[in-house]
T-cell receptor, first 115, second 111 residues
Framework: AQTVTQSQPEMSVQEAETVTLSCTYD???????LFWYKQPPSRQMILVIR??????QNATENRFSVNFQKAAKSFSLKISDSQLGDAAMYFC????????????FGPGTRLSVLP | KAGVTQTPRYLIKTRGQQVTLSCSPI?????VSWYQQTPGQGLQFLFE???????NKGNFPGRFSGRQFSNSRSEMNVSTLELGDSALYLC??????????FGPGTRLTVT
């Protein structure tokens, strides 16, 4: 079974600084997708970024970028120029490439942004 | 486009009762997934429906069931509620089952 691990239950970052959240996953498949979701205190989960396993180029969305190391099964999220609104729970998620497969989520990392 | 909506937002039930939660996906999305979120277990997948058919199911007892209607709206039912069923229940919709868009959740408290 696929598993997703986030080894940092909590992290903090100073406003305007950069922070990296770690995620590792376990799979024997080659075709899959990885995601980072953000859940602010209001509770609505928001998709932050997506990475296709077949793509070597790391995905980037504005201040958010990933470091995807397929061989190491690592998928970290870098947040640059952190803002107060970035404070949230961040979940790493995995999904097989086959149509109709469910998502597997990591336990989450709670990020605090200090003014 | 309106986002995923879930009703009710909050619910308090007594052990042994049953409950039905509703989810309306983003217009045009045919896939609806349900998750249970608790502090101890995190986000756990319940089931996914696509075009009124259950396409995938997580490891939950048969007390948890769901269905999807022809307009893609979905309901989740939990029968014979237990204290451990207290959780935030999240619904997510997807166009093709890839990127999921979540609703605000229903907070269920079982007393």
């Amino acid at each position: 079974a696929q598993t997703v691990t986030q080894s940092q239950p909590e992290m903090s970052v100073q406003e305007a600084e950069t922070v990296t959240l770690s995620c590792t996953y376990d799979t024997s498949e080659s075709d899959y997708y990885l995601f980072w979701y953000k859940q602010p205190p209001s509770r609505q989960m928001i998709l932050v970024i997506r990475q296709e396993a077949y793509k070597q180029q790391n995905a980037t969305e504005n201040r958010f970028s990933v470091n995807f190391q397929k061989a190491a099964k690592s998928f970290s999220l870098k947040i640059s120029d952190s803002q107060l609104g970035d404070a949230a729970m961040y979940f790493c998620a995995y999904r097989l490439g086959n149509y109709g497969q469910n998502f597997v989520f990591g336990p989450g990392t709670r990020l605090s942004v200090l003014p | 486009k309106a986002g995923v909506t879930q009703t009710p937002r909050y619910l308090i039930k007594t052990r042994g009762q049953q409950v039905t939660l509703s989810c309306s996906p983003i217009s045009g999305h045919r896939s609806v997934s349900w998750y249970q979120q608790t502090p101890g277990q995190g986000l756990q997948f319940l089931f996914e429906y696509f075009s009124e058919t259950q396409r995938n199911k997580g490891n939950f007892p048969g007390r948890f069931s769901g269905r999807q209607f022809s307009n893609s709206r979905s309901e989740m039912n939990v029968s014979t509620l237990e204290l451990g069923d207290s959780a935030l229940y999240l619904c997510a919709s997807s166009l093709l089952g890839l990127e999921q868009y979540f609703g605000p959740g229903t907070r269920l408290t079982v007393t």
